[in-house]
């Protein structure tokens, strides 16, 4: 079935609230079938069934045919295509039930099969092309899950139509006369293709609107009057009346769907999603009840479950346990989804975009525990701040491209140089901060760490030499109740004091170290 993502909607677009259908048109079709049906239990059978059943049947699909040709001239695009197509395929069957009308009404004889069969078969046929070129969305739906509605819902329908009208068919005719045999099974095998693809346009479309689902509810009216007027075709007993009604409501209700009102586009909402694919997972179940109902029912009552009918049984049955199957692993992959997602934004609230370093948010949770750990256990901890020097003048010369590489490069070398549990944060530009914890000998540490971003590194063909100065703030037993906004300000402090002594080289924090006014928090931190 052919898929659309971005559904088209009509032209002109009436005003009005949601989607409705005219008062008068509602009501005229409503006033037209208790018209007919009044008519079937008052009128003599006779006069009935050759007057008013073949006007009825002739008004109904060509008042269908003018308001869903109208609706056509309002749209664009596949939704054109698929109201053009509907409104020919009632126009057929007009066609045939006009040939039909004149011959019952004037009492010349109706061989079948007639003239007028080619009008009836011609409608379902074009039905169904209207349908597939109905657009639709498809929702989050894979391949093989609408793959597998249509199967069982085709199994369902036709477990239904076996039962009834098909089954009938196949064993009160026989081949004698191929067209008549094959003319015969045209019918209900039709029927079943146009419910099939009813049921899966409705459970495809994301919103269905008011007109689609008028056009699927006409389509299975007629669908069953058809295949109730072939088996009684083939079993010599159709003799019209009420039964004619459904070809007359079906027809009228295609007619209101070509005059239903089109609401404006409705923002979706987590709330109208869910409730779409509910629908769609539930809709192809509906076929599947009905029939599992119908044949529980048939044996119940006697009927002789035939070789077809429990193959079509087992089929439908196998099939609701593939698409639980399906469905399952579904949830499964979902939820795996799901859980790496979640994984994957709790890294990128934590870490640096650029670097996959530690980030300000994660470095001060970090030197927050590791602060209330040296409040009850006095060991030292050490805070490295480092600023590259000079990294303006890579970014000037050689662009932020080669920038952001050297950034790259440094966190690498930083990570190699330090331990697995130490935390190493970008702050953001080009500063970085380092969390030792436990700080058992910081000098070698930052050591390690300068000695590894020395090492110069090739930017757009140039070996670009990197020097960095580092502030260090080591607390020790003998400050405890060291709070995170001064350890903060200390570490700055001496980093600044290492940019004013020459750059490249190690400052670390001293009582008497004097706080310089350059010295700040860096943007983002909080204190605790």
């Known amino acids: 079935m052919a898929v659309s993502a971005h559904p088209v909607v009509d032209r002109r677009v009436r005003s009005g609230a949601a989607a409705a259908l005219p008062p008068v048109a509602a009501g005229t079709a409503g006033l037209f079938v ?7 239990l008052t009128l003599p059978g006779d006069l009935y069934s050759r007057v008013v059943t073949n006007v009825a049947q002739f008004v109904a ?5 003018v308001t869903l040709g109208l609706r056509a001239r309002r749209s664009t695009g596949r939704l054109l295509a698929a109201w053009t197509v509907l409104a020919v395929g009632c126009g057929c069957w007009a066609a045939g039930q006009a040939w039909w009308a004149q011959q019952e009404i004037s009492g010349a004889g109706i061989p079948f099969p007639s003239v007028a069969d080619i009008g009836y078969l011609a409608f379902p046929v074009l039905a169904a092309v209207g349908l597939l070129l109905y657009p639709s969305d498809g929702g989050a739906r894979g391949r093989w899950r609408r793959t597998s509605d249509a199967v069982m819902t085709s199994a369902a329908v036709g477990l239904v139509s076996w039962e009834t009208a098909l089954g009938a068919i196949a064993d009160r005719t026989t081949p004698d006369e191929p067209l008549t045999w094959v003319l ?5 095998v039709l029927d079943v293709v146009l419910i099939v693809l009813a049921v899966l346009t409705a459970a495809r479309t994301r919103n269905p ?3 689609l689902v008028l056009v699927c509810a006409g389509l299975v009216a007629l669908s069953v009057s058809d295949s109730a007027f072939a088996y009684l075709q083939a079993t010599m007993s159709y003799r019209g009346g009420s ?18 009102r089109t609401p404006t586009a409705v923002p979706e909402t987590p709330e109208r999603e869910a409730t779409a694919e509910l629908r769609a997972d539930l809709l192809p179940y509906l076929p599947v009840a009905v029939a599992l109902v119908a044949t529980f029912v048939y044996a119940l009552t006697g ?5 077809v009918a429990v193959s079509l049984s087992v089929v439908v049955i196998g099939l609701i346990l593939v698409r639980q199957y399906v469905t399952l692993r579904e949830n499964v992959r979902l939820n795996r989804e799901l859980v790496q997602r979640e994984a994957l934004l709790r890294h990128q609230a934590f870490h640096d975009g650029l670097t996959g370093l530690a980030n300000r948010a994660l470095f001060l949770d970090r030197l927050e525990h590791a602060l209330a750990v040296h409040r009850r256990e006095p060991r ?5 701040f480092l600023d590259l020097d000079d990294f303006k003048v890579v970014n000037d010369t050689l662009g932020h491209a080669a920038g952001d590489a050297l950034l790259v490069e440094v966190a690498v070398r930083l990570r190699g140089a330090l331990r697995t549990a130490d935390t190493v944060a970008r702050l953001g530009g080009d500063e970085f901060a ?19 971003l020395r090492t110069p590194v090739v930017l757009a063909g140039t070996p670009v030499p990197v020097r960095a100065s580092a502030g260090v703030c080591v607390l020790g037993p003998e400050d405890p109740s060291a709070r995170a906004d001064a350890v903060l300000v200390r570490a700055d402090t001496a980093m600044y004091a290492a940019k004013r002594a020459g750059k490249d080289r190690v400052v670390r924090f001293t009582p008497g170290l004097p706080l310089q006014a350059g010295a700040r928090e860096p943007r983002g931190v909080l204190t605790s």
């Open 34 to 40: 208790l018209g007919c049906l009044i008519a079937s």
């Open 61 to 65: 699909p060509a008042v269908a045919a």
């Open 184 to 188: 015969f099974l045209a019918y209900p």
């Open 209 to 211: 609107r008011l007109p």
């Open 243 to 260: 039964l004619d009604l459904g070809w007359v409501a079906g027809f009228l209700l295609l007619a209101l769907a070509g005059l239903a």
């Open 303 to 307: 009927g002789q479950l035939g070789i």
């Open 380 to 384: 030292p901890v050490a805070l490295v």
């Open 434 to 452: 380092v969390l030792l914890d436990p700080a058992d000998d910081v000098e070698a540490a930052i050591t390690r760490a300068l000695d590894a």
